[in-house]
């Protein structure tokens, strides 16, 4: 699930973090950036779930409208086409996805069902909703792009939604769109109603991810001043002060790669920190940023400090 972009991320919110708070407890500060990954398997189950959560609420109200003493014909036989949906039926019946819920404790939707009722609300008063109902056709595709289209335009960008799990953890605000491009890929690939392929994936791709996190968190935080002093001279036109705490954060981290990460290639850590900066600092910060970068590597060549392993690796 987990990619190195994303490790970047919370490794540079983890140390931006420490500077705001003055902290130098560096395991301290490690278990908390590993935490807050873990936590990014919690989001995913906890979006996935609200699926399978809004499917059973729709079927508890069907069942209890048709028990009603003066039920209407309409109530007496419904239009069970939504919850007989092939795609929730599957993720529901998946042991996969049960287990997981069960092993993390992920009990958010028994506790917060006000936000299930709201989303099936807004499911069943959208255009998608009214067209999938009309049409008696029994057909696992349509049921499929069906859910990837409420989960896409209804259920992930909603504001009250977003809001609960902003403030269920803060460091899910970054993690949200890791997570629903996951689900949405993954309900993509399911083939059939009897597809027993679907399944919670691993947090990280293998160990050397997660060993990635360590060694960028530490190698970075315990090279602080080091770091500092390869591009402090690369800035004649600004006053060290000036430029801004992530920038100077995201140019540590890109010379911690150059020179303490051998098999990670010189364009590729270039290309993502520009990335970062393009998305977390100021606009002018990926130019600033990409010409101090650009003239390190041509420094380093020189100097033969760039020591990379493989093929095409500068």
Request: net charge negative; with cysteine; glycine share 2%.
């Amino acid at each position: 699930m987990l990619n190195r972009r994303h490790i970047r991320v919370k490794v540079m919110q983890t140390i931006y973090a420490m500077h705001q708070n003055n902290s130098d407890n560096l395991d301290k500060e490690e278990k908390f950036l590993f935490q807050s990954i873990e936590n990014i398997q919690d989001l995913y189950l906890i979006m996935l779930s609200a699926l399978v959560e809004i499917r059973k609420s729709e079927e508890d109200f069907i069942d209890k409208s048709s028990k009603k003493h003066l039920a209407t014909k309409e109530e007496r036989n419904p239009n069970t086409k939504f919850i007989k949906n092939q795609v929730l039926e599957l993720l529901e019946e998946n042991n996969s996805l049960s287990i997981a819920l069960e092993d993390r404790k992920i009990t958010n939707w028994k506790n917060n069902d006000d936000y299930i009722l709201l989303l099936l609300d807004e499911v069943k008063n959208s255009e998608l909703y009214k067209k999938y109902m009309e049409t008696a056709v029994n057909d696992f595709e349509e049921d499929k792009q069906f859910i990837i289209d409420i989960f896409s335009e209804i259920i992930a960008p909603n504001e009250k939604l977003y809001d609960y799990l902003e403030d269920n953890k803060l460091t899910w605000v970054d993690d949200i769109p890791l997570v629903n491009t996951m689900i949405v890929k993954q309900l993509k690939q399911i083939k059939s109603a009897n597809d027993s392929s679907f399944f919670v994936p691993k947090l990280y791709k293998d160990a050397d991810d997660k060993d990635f996190v360590k060694n960028l968190f530490r190698k970075t935080v315990l090279n602080n001043i080091e770091l500092g002093k390869e591009f402090i001279d690369k800035t004649p036109n600004w006053d060290a002060e000036r430029i801004a705490e992530i920038d100077t954060i995201i140019l540590k981290m890109a010379i911690c790669e150059f020179l303490k990460f051998p098999s990670i290639p010189v364009k590729v850590t270039i290309n993502e920190y520009l990335e970062l900066a393009k998305e977390y600092s100021t606009p002018k910060s990926s130019i600033f940023i990409n010409g101090i970068l650009d003239n390190l590597v041509k420094e380093y060549q020189k100097e033969n400090k760039l020591i990379k392993t493989g093929r095409g690796l500068m």
